[in-house]
């Protein structure tokens, strides 16, 4: 192995460097510049040298496979790797401020804050998972936030990637990782479920709500392994004004067994951002942990605790989307309501971990001031949801994988966009707009929806009866009565 | 330069044809084979005719076993493949059976090698399974990244410099660096006769610049192979098996 050769001043392919920013056990940071990138810039370089921990290489050689292939916001870019057979690095972009471990000494922060922060870094997981990357390294000082708002995930030499060789997979005879931060099934030797990452931001958001670590900050192996039977403490114990809701979102991260946990990041951060849509549970209102039984069944039914067969990771995420039906309670008709119903039921059929949120737009005039009552006094807000759930009753879904919403806008076909967006959703079904003298006034929703939507969109629009011979169909739209999946 | 990696043909022409468009379609500049190029399948002369004309424009060959029964009748092979071989046997020209027969068991280029089984005892035809056969081969070469085939199952093992080992099966299409702090072993899977359920045909590249390796899977007219080896009276099973990767 090659003594390094990085000093103020060095310039190694292109890169000049600057001064060390920071000194680790696995790795040191230095400041880096390059004539053809206008970004603030860092390399990283391993501690490689005698006597260090093995552990830095083979951390290093993850990051320099993973790295260059992640993207978007909630990573910080790469621009370049070097070898061992020269000098090893990577450089990545420098991400301005400190990581959220700064905030420990302010805990527990206030439940509003902590949603909003555990929000964030719900959504910047779920964009990581759906590059096919599990982090396995979620902690505070794992974490920053670009000035724009979005969490930014770093450090992924305990990552697992799940079409790159694991390099970590026989390295290590004991689980590598933080410890109060880990996962149960990690201690199984378990690394390909992306529930270990919702676990961990579970223990994140324990933590920063109580102030207190759930499973205290032991490091010895068989300290650890507790957690495999012994649940925490209900925050509500440690905290009387603890919202149920909050409660019901951390416990269900903190399941032992991954299988009862959100199945994915965007649905944990579903309920972040919609927690008066939470499901309340048991769990929501418990001020004790399990009882013995429970616990001594556990630690001593081998079964429950033997790790499973390879979980093929895109194949959960795609199980287990977010899908959006929007819906016209008041204008849209009977029969197009239900053939959006039996749209949404073929999709949902195959999905046992799908939810379903079904959205209507309540419209405000562009000049009139909007009042929230209608005419006769009634709550128009309330009335619609409860037209939702009324339509979504024959669905004859599990209360916790249905969610209902309103949402007020001048622009229907705008709000159902920024809704899907918002809250990652993986499909919208929505009907086309029938009558055609409506469409040609209005613009078509449903085709705005389509056109731009981030997702996958299904126009729902009932079979129409064959037209008699002789009657007028010069509408376009009539030639095809049933409009595909696109 | 990226190079294409072909192993285990076992005289599939249709298979063969699909993975050298699909290689061209893929910027392939210099082909390597590593072996087996006949039995089983039907169509030996045309095969062969083949590779001989690639190494006319620099490709590289190593030796089967399959290639090394056509010159040596006592090798060890089970019914349908003996019964397989001595149809081929009757099917070559003398100079195609000296070229299969006098191909080299190994052939190392830069820091790979390239050979048909591994690398611990090429002649033995023993067979890659599991990561502990892995590491006999990667120990018993000093070449950083070696190639292979014999087992029809795509596989990339590697072995850190402290000798841990990581076994990985290779998802088509995504590119892997081989990183150069640890030795490799690319198990490539079959052209001809792919038996890890996937009935396409299988082939790899390799960037020597990136040193990213890429698994690649070429379908192919399955049946017109399979009525191929019917119309010429060899085994069914050797057709049947086909249309499953089995």
């Given at each position: 192995?090659?003594?390094?050769?990085?000093?103020?001043?060095?310039?190694?392919?292109?890169?000049?460097?600057?001064?060390?920013?920071?000194?680790?056990?696995?790795?040191?940071?230095?400041?880096?510049?390059?004539?053809?990138?206008?970004?603030?810039?860092?390399?990283?370089?391993?501690?490689?040298?005698?006597?260090?921990?093995?552990?830095?290489?083979?951390?290093?050689?993850?990051?320099?496979?993973?790295?260059?292939?992640?993207?978007?916001?909630?990573?910080?870019?790469?621009?370049?790797?070097?070898?061992?057979?020269?000098?090893?690095?990577?450089?990545?972009?420098?991400?301005?401020?400190?990581?959220?471990?700064?905030?420990?000494?302010?805990?527990?922060?206030?439940?509003?804050?902590?949603?909003?922060?555990?929000?964030?870094?719900?959504?910047?997981?779920?964009?990581?998972?759906?590059?096919?990357?599990?982090?396995?390294?979620?902690?505070?000082?794992?974490?920053?936030?670009?000035?724009?708002?979005?969490?930014?995930?770093?450090?992924?030499?305990?990552?697992?990637?799940?079409?790159?060789?694991?390099?970590?997979?026989?390295?290590?005879?004991?689980?590598?990782?933080?410890?109060?931060?880990?996962?149960?099934?990690?201690?199984?030797?378990?690394?390909?479920?992306?529930?270990?990452?919702?676990?961990?931001?579970?223990?994140?958001?324990?933590?920063?709500?109580?102030?207190?670590?759930?499973?205290?900050?032991?490091?010895?192996?068989?300290?650890?392994?507790?957690?495999?039977?012994?649940?925490?403490?209900?925050?509500?114990?440690?905290?009387?004004?603890?919202?149920?809701?909050?409660?019901?979102?951390?416990?269900?991260?903190?399941?032992?067994?991954?299988?009862?946990?959100?199945?994915?990041?965007?649905?944990?951060?579903?309920?972040?951002?919609?927690?008066?849509?939470?499901?309340?549970?048991?769990?929501?209102?418990?001020?004790?942990?399990?009882?013995?039984?429970?616990?001594?069944?556990?630690?001593?039914?081998?079964?429950?605790?033997?790790?499973?067969?390879?979980?093929?990771?895109?194949?959960?995420?795609?199980?287990?989307?977010?899908?959006?039906?929007?819906?016209?309670?008041?204008?849209?008709?009977?029969?197009?309501?239900?053939?959006?119903?039996?749209?949404?039921?073929?999709?949902?059929?195959?999905?046992?971990?799908?939810?379903?949120?079904?959205?209507?737009?309540?419209?405000?005039?562009?000049?009139?001031?909007?009042?929230?009552?209608?005419?006769?006094?009634?709550?128009?807000?309330?009335?619609?949801?409860?037209?939702?759930?009324?339509?979504?009753?024959?669905?004859?879904?599990?209360?916790?994988?249905?969610?209902?919403?309103?949402?007020?806008?001048?622009?229907?076909?705008?709000?159902?966009?920024?809704?899907?967006?918002?809250?990652?959703?993986?499909?919208?079904?929505?009907?086309?707009?029938?009558?055609?003298?409506?469409?040609?006034?209005?613009?078509?929703?449903?085709?705005?929806?389509?056109?731009?939507?981030?997702?996958?969109?299904?126009?729902?629009?009932?079979?129409?009866?064959?037209?008699?011979?002789?009657?007028?169909?010069?509408?376009?739209?009539?030639?095809?009565?049933?409009?595909?999946?696109? | 330069?990226?190079?294409?990696?072909?192993?285990?043909?076992?005289?599939?022409r249709q298979a063969f044809a699909a993975c050298l468009e699909a290689a061209r379609l893929r910027g392939v500049e210099r082909m390597i084979c590593l072996g087996d190029l006949v039995g089983y399948g039907a169509d030996p002369e045309w095969t062969v005719e083949t590779v001989m004309n690639l190494v006319e424009r620099g490709a590289i060959v190593v030796r089967g076993n399959h290639d090394n029964a056509v010159g040596v009748l006592s090798e060890n092979m089970n019914t349908e493949a003996q019964a397989a071989i001595e149809w081929t046997r009757g099917r070559l020209s003398?100079?195609?059976?000296?070229?299969?027969?006098?191909?080299?068991?190994?052939?190392?280029?830069?820091?790979?090698?390239?050979?048909?089984?591994?690398?611990?005892?090429?002649?033995?035809?023993?067979?890659?399974?599991?990561?502990?056969?892995?590491?006999?081969?990667?120990?018993?070469?000093?070449?950083?990244?070696?190639?292979?085939?014999?087992?029809?199952?795509?596989?990339?093992?590697?072995?850190?410099?402290?000798?841990?080992?990581?076994?990985?099966?290779?998802?088509?299409?995504?590119?892997?660096?081989?990183?150069?702090?640890?030795?490799w072993l690319a198990v490539v899977g079959s052209v001809g006769q792919p038996r890890d359920g996937d009935p396409a045909a299988c082939f790899v590249t390799f960037d020597t610049d990136t040193r990213e390796i890429t698994y690649c899977r070429a379908p192919y007219d399955v049946e017109a192979a399979a009525q191929r080896i019917r119309d010429n009276g060899l085994p069914l099973w050797l057709a049947e098996r086909l249309s499953v990767g089995r």
């Amino acid at each position: 192995m090659v003594k390094s050769i990085v000093a103020p001043g060095a310039e190694i392919d292109g890169f000049t460097v600057g001064e060390c920013v920071h000194q680790g056990g696995m790795a040191t940071l230095w400041s880096v510049t390059h004539p053809d990138i206008a970004v603030p810039l860092l390399m990283k370089i391993p501690r490689v040298s005698e006597g260090e921990d093995p552990a830095a290489i083979v951390s290093f050689e993850m990051e320099q496979m993973i790295l260059p292939r992640l993207s978007g916001p909630h990573v910080p870019a790469c621009f370049g790797t070097g070898d061992f057979a020269r000098q090893a690095y990577v450089v990545i972009e420098r991400i301005p401020g400190e990581t959220l471990y700064r905030r420990i000494s302010e805990l527990p922060l206030a439940y509003e804050e902590a949603r909003g922060l555990v929000g964030k870094i719900a959504l910047a997981l779920a964009d990581l998972h759906r590059q096919n990357v599990i982090h396995h390294d979620i902690k505070p000082s794992s974490i920053m936030f670009r000035e724009r708002g979005e969490a930014v995930l770093i450090d992924y030499g305990l990552s697992h990637h799940n079409q790159l060789p694991d390099l970590l997979q026989e390295e290590f005879r004991l689980p590598y990782g933080t410890a109060p931060y880990m996962a149960p099934e990690r201690l199984l030797g378990v690394r390909d479920d992306p529930r270990s990452d919702l676990f961990s931001l579970g223990v994140l958001l324990y933590f920063f709500t109580t102030g207190v670590r759930p499973f205290g900050e032991t490091e010895t192996l068989r300290g650890m392994k507790r957690r495999l039977w012994r649940d925490p403490h209900p925050p509500r114990r440690l905290r009387a004004d603890y919202p149920p809701w909050l409660q019901e979102v951390v416990l269900r991260c903190l399941e032992i067994d991954p299988v009862w946990r959100y199945p994915t990041a965007s649905q944990l951060a579903f309920d972040l951002g919609n927690p008066d849509q939470v499901k309340l549970t048991g769990r929501a209102e418990r001020l004790k942990r399990d009882p013995l039984s429970t616990v001594w069944r556990r630690r001593f039914n081998r079964e429950l605790t033997l790790p499973r067969a390879k979980a093929d990771m895109a194949a959960q995420l795609a199980s287990s989307p977010i899908v959006a039906v929007a819906l016209d309670t008041v204008e849209g008709s009977d029969e197009l309501n239900a053939a959006l119903r039996v749209t949404a039921a073929r999709i949902l059929a195959t999905l046992p971990s799908a939810r379903l949120a079904c959205i209507n737009v309540l419209k405000l005039g562009r000049i009139t001031i909007d009042r929230t009552l209608d005419e006769q006094g009634q709550n128009k807000h309330i009335d619609r949801m409860v037209a939702l759930r009324h339509w979504a009753t024959p669905l004859k879904l599990d209360e916790n994988r249905l969610t209902v919403h309103v949402l007020e806008a001048i622009d229907p076909a705008s709000a159902i966009l920024e809704f899907a967006d918002v809250n990652r959703v993986d499909h919208i079904i929505i009907g086309a707009r029938t009558s055609s003298m409506l469409r040609s006034l209005l613009g078509s929703v449903s085709s705005k929806v389509a056109s731009e939507a981030p997702c996958t969109v299904t126009v729902v629009r009932p079979q129409r009866l064959a037209a008699l011979a002789g009657e007028d169909t010069s509408d376009a739209d009539s030639q095809s009565s049933v409009f595909p999946s696109f | 330069m990226l190079l294409g990696i072909f192993t285990d043909i076992h005289a599939n022409r249709q298979a063969f044809a699909a993975c050298l468009e699909a290689a061209r379609l893929r910027g392939v500049e210099r082909m390597i084979c590593l072996g087996d190029l006949v039995g089983y399948g039907a169509d030996p002369e045309w095969t062969v005719e083949t590779v001989m004309n690639l190494v006319e424009r620099g490709a590289i060959v190593v030796r089967g076993n399959h290639d090394n029964a056509v010159g040596v009748l006592s090798e060890n092979m089970n019914t349908e493949a003996q019964a397989a071989i001595e149809w081929t046997r009757g099917r070559l020209s003398a100079v195609q059976r000296r070229f299969l027969t006098e191909l080299p068991m190994t052939l190392a280029e830069d820091d790979r090698l390239y050979v048909h089984s591994e690398a611990s005892s090429p002649p033995r035809w023993r067979y890659v399974r599991s990561a502990s056969d892995a590491a006999r081969s990667m120990i018993a070469t000093s070449a950083q990244v070696t190639f292979c085939g014999h087992i029809h199952q795509p596989m990339l093992y590697s072995m850190s410099v402290t000798a841990k080992m990581t076994s990985f099966v290779p998802v088509s299409n995504v590119p892997v660096q081989l990183l150069r702090g640890r030795q490799w072993l690319a198990v490539v899977g079959s052209v001809g006769q792919p038996r890890d359920g996937d009935p396409a045909a299988c082939f790899v590249t390799f960037d020597t610049d990136t040193r990213e390796i890429t698994y690649c899977r070429a379908p192919y007219d399955v049946e017109a192979a399979a009525q191929r080896i019917r119309d010429n009276g060899l085994p069914l099973w050797l057709a049947e098996r086909l249309s499953v990767g089995r």
